[in-house]
């Protein structure tokens, strides 16, 4: 069974860092793509950076230079560096799973977590 835990989410002040960590178990982690998603209220879910086991990553426009996408295989866990973050980084953020492909499309992935929330304030 196939689980993914978020964690580290928060609220910080515009400016601030968070750094968020995914949990995966349940499947063999370095054969797929792995995502971050974000979802903020009244909005779809968008891709935020994604990476393969190869280490290399996509990033959404909003986010270069700013979030850094990595990996740990062999604890099976992915993290979201975030800085300088804004206000419109709010949003409640998720861990996906099982892209064959470096994608930042929501239909790529079937696997998902339950989300973290990062709220960003002026």
């Known amino acids: 069974q196939v689980q993914l835990v978020e964690s580290g989410g928060g609220s910080v002040q515009s400016g601030g860092s968070l750094r968020l960590s995914c949990a995966a178990s349940g499947f063999t982690y370095s054969h797929y793509c792995m995502g971050w998603f974000r979802q903020a209220p009244g909005k779809e879910r968008e891709g935020v950076a994604t990476?393969?086991?190869?280490?290399?990553?996509t990033y959404a426009d909003f986010v270069k230079g700013r979030f850094t996408i990595s990996q740990d295989n062999a604890k099976n866990t992915l993290y979201l560096q975030m800085d300088s973050l804004k206000p419109e980084d709010t949003a409640m953020y998720y861990c996906a799973a099982g892209a064959t492909i470096l994608s930042l499309a929501v239909r790529h992935y079937n696997n998902w977590g339950q989300g973290t929330q990062v709220t960003v304030s002026l």
């Open positions: 990476i393969n086991s190869d280490d290399s990553t």
